[in-house]
C-alpha cells in the first residue's frame, strides 16, 4: 500500500488530477452501465455514423496520450474490472472537456464456440486511445464522433 500511495506522489501535479478524474469518471460510468440501458446511453455518447479525422495537432497529441496513460493507469489500479465500453466513453469525456473530437468504435466478433462477443475502442487522431489491443478481431457495426 506505501508503495502505491509513494508512486501516486511521484506523478506530477496534473497527472495526479487526471488520474483522480479518470478514476471517478471511470467508476461512475461503469455504475451507468450497470444502471441504465444501453440503448439510451448510445443516444447520449454522440453523432451515429460519422467519423473523424485522422489528423491531429501535436498539442492535442500530448494530451491524448495523457489521456492514455491514465486510462490504463486508473484500469491497473482499480479494484474492479472496467469493460472496454466504460474505458471509451470515460476517455472521449475527458479529451471532449479539452475540446479534441474522438470517434468510438463498437465492433462484433465470434469466439471459438459461435458465441458473438462485442468491443470497443476509441480513437482520436491517428492514435487509438483505448482497445487498441484487440481492436482487429472485431467488424465495427457502429461507431460515434
Not at 99 to 126: E, F, M, Q
Amino acid at each position: 500500500m506505501q508503495g502505491l500511495v509513494s508512486r501516486f506522489f511521484r506523478l506530477d501535479r496534473s497527472e495526479r488530477k487526471l488520474f483522480i478524474l479518470t478514476f471517478v469518471k471511470a467508476t461512475f460510468i461503469s455504475l451507468l452501465l450497470i444502471c441504465i440501458p444501453r440503448r439510451i446511453i448510445l443516444k447520449k455518447i454522440g453523432i451515429l455514423g460519422v467519423e473523424t479525422a485522422l489528423g491531429i495537432t501535436e498539442e492535442n497529441r500530448i494530451v491524448v496520450v495523457k489521456v492514455a496513460k491514465s486510462i490504463r493507469r486508473t484500469v491497473k489500479y482499480s479494484p474492479w474490472k472496467i469493460s472496454c465500453f466504460a474505458k471509451g466513453i470515460t476517455a472521449k469525456y475527458l479529451l471532449k472537456r479539452k475540446g479534441i473530437n474522438s470517434t468510438l468504435y463498437l465492433g462484433v466478433a465470434k469466439d471459438g464456440l459461435d458465441k458473438l462477443t462485442a468491443h470497443a475502442w476509441l480513437r482520436c487522431g491517428s492514435i487509438v486511445v483505448t482497445g487498441k489491443e484487440e481492436m482487429h478481431r472485431f467488424i465495427v457495426v457502429a461507431f460515434f464522433t
